[in-house]
């Protein structure tokens, strides 16, 4: 972006000198894509900060709906522009118009009409001191009115209040009140204090061009009171305005660079728009690219439009947008710089997305996460962190930051750091990783609670039950599936599952998991780490042989290894029929992908083969035979299944990568030499168990799925 924003705006990036423009008067905007978390908006907070003060600068954030439009966004760093909130189409032009007027002039056209679209209803206060606040920040940014916002409204809100009483008073005497034809009070009396401050005529022709009179009317209508009254009729009348507002925009910034700007080279005005796939920043960038899109227009406006939009663009819903790769917009060397613009972006049609160009962001590389690792003292990392913390995230970026921001704190507080102690990390701040990570990522607090217990079920039908069974409540009847459809709308999966798992991000699963172990209450609550997992063992064992595998793994995740093994073992002895291996393999590669129950501080030398709510990581030292003591109970090859189980349960954690981690090269080892033990024990699963041992090492030490070997006769 630091390449490409020059070329627009005609000014570098990195110090305060002039580049020469690349594009000709058809610019496109520039549209940046990507889930929650990779960047968007700090893309935006960077433009503001290296082109404050060079250039008109406007920086707009589009309220989502839901989110409140009162709260403030503070700037990532000092000398930033604050990102003005905005929660509608009009609301948008307010924002801009404010941060470019003091630089490009009084927009005389443009400022009446979104005065004449935005009054309240007699007797709503809350409405009034709304838009009074709106109004009183145009008229400071005019130089209409000097103050405080807060000062200017008040003082605006009483103007129009007494215009109002006193037009009521003159009609109820019988008086005729100049533009008020008696449905319009409130904006009739703005536009009569409006009038006190400028002159209204030019807007009234301009707009008084562009639609016709009502049929039936006497005399020649107020132009402003008609857009008034159009926008508020709703419907095609509302679109007909708000096109109406953006024509008298473009014009008039384009009739602000006139001859002399032009021979100074002034720059044009460089208007950053984060979450356009709100309404408002959906409708703004619309009517943008409709205007771009005109063959004959009047005006060739040159301002750069760089926005944000959560998620990709549809191919239906931008047919002609040119799409680039971050990397396409660096320059080439010994290029031809205006051959390197038309290889970026040159129109190629008359359909408005053409006009658009294209930009996802990307996640970050591993020498971007060694590189932020790089503040802390390696003595206290392990030599492979970044790699651990990359696959983990998947080069999330605020994943990446937030964890080696964490990373970084720990080590300077002289604490070693390891590939498994990531997720367990507070922040600068103290607060767990995991719980500030999970309020970022997902900010609505009713389905991330939901999330924390659900993310445990398999599929969304388990997750339905489990979620009547905890009777979690709320405006929906399915808990699971508006959980579900709230991370489509988050932009982190495409679809609502039926058959696969309620969460489909890595990243995301592994972040909901590890804070639903840490936050679970005590054992005996019904809402319990242990609870649930036993709840959801009944439900598998109740689907009969299919569920058997999910049983196990939920009984794994219960704290209750010494079952599993049990269950795998009486199969194992039972000499059934040759294709009973397939089933044995997959529910043994199933279950050892339970996640580990929440940690006790000490262990239990009461009963060590109870659960008691607590547990242990032993899984290195189990699946290596130092504690072959305590299943002494368990035949030979009982004490095998249970080495074996413990070695996958353990390479199965995303930091158990043999490629940095020497525990789990060594069980990769194990995980064959098992498999081969028992193959020399089943004289019908000889065959496909040797196999297995074969298989099985490579993909684990591949971090691959570990294979199945079809069933065969002996």
Known sequence: MGSLIPSLTGLAYEERARRKREFGDDVPVVLLTGQHGLGRSAVLDGLARHYHKRLPLAHVRVVVPGESAAVPVVPAEPGSVHAARAADFVQVLERIVCALAPGLGLFPVLVPGLF?????????????????????????????????????????????????????????????????????????????????????????????????????????????????RRFHRGGDYRNAVENTLMAAFLEEVAGAYGLVRHLNREPWPLILLDEAHAPAGQRFLDLLLEHRATVRRPYRDRITVVATRLGDVPHEEAPQAVRRELTDLLPTVGGARRKQAAAIWQRTGHDPSAGLLVVPLTPLGRDDVLSMLDRASARLLHPHLASALHSLTGGHPAAGTLLCDAVVHAARQNRTVAPRDLLDLPTPQGRPVTQVLLEDLLPDRRQRDRLLVLCLARDNATAEALAEDLRLDGPEQLPANAAAQYLVERQWQQSVPVEGPLVESRLLQALLVHEARRTSPPPDDPHSWHEIHRFLHRYHVQR????????????????????????????????????????????????????????????????????????????????????????????????????????????SEPYADAAIDTDAETLCQAVGDELGYLSRRHHTWYAALGRAARDWPVAARKRQVLPVPASEGS
């Not at 009609?171 to 204090?193: C, H, K, M, N, Y």
């Not at 009461?606 to 990581?617: A, K, L, Q, R």
């Open 544 to 651: 009969s042989a299919m569920g058997e595998a999910d049983a196990l793994r939920h009984n794994l995740a219960a704290g209750n290894a010494a079952g599993v093994v049990e269950m795998l073992a009486d199969e194992f002895g039972a000499e059934e029929a040759v294709q009973s291996v397939e089933h044995w393999l997959k529910c043994l590669r199933h279950c050892a992908t339970a996640p580990t129950p929440p940690p006790r501080n000490a262990p239990d030398a009461v009963n060590p083969h109870e659960d008691t709510g607590g547990w242990i990581d032993h899984r290195v030292e189990i699946a290596l035979g130092e504690h072959a003591a305590r299943f002494a109970h368990l035949d030979e090859a009982g004490r095998s299944i249970n080495r074996l189980l413990h070695a996958l349960w353990y390479l």
């Open 116 to 228: 004449a679209v935005s009054g309240w209803s007699v007797d709503d206060a809350d409405g009034r001191d709304a838009v009074c606040a709106r109004h009183a920040r145009l008229l400071i940014a005019c130089g209409l009115l000097a103050g405080g916002e807060r000062d200017v409204a008040r003082q605006w809100s009483e103007r129009v209040e007494a215009s109002v009483a006193e037009a009521a008073g003159a009609t109820a005497a019988g008086i005729e009140v100049q533009d008020d034809d008696g449905s319009q009070p409130v904006t009739a009396a703005i536009l009569r204090e409006l009038q006190s401050l400028r002159v209204l005529a030019a807007a009234r022709t301009w707009y008084g061009r562009r639609h016709t009179t009502p049929d039936g009317a006497t005399g020649k209508p107020d132009a402003l009171l008609e857009l008034g």
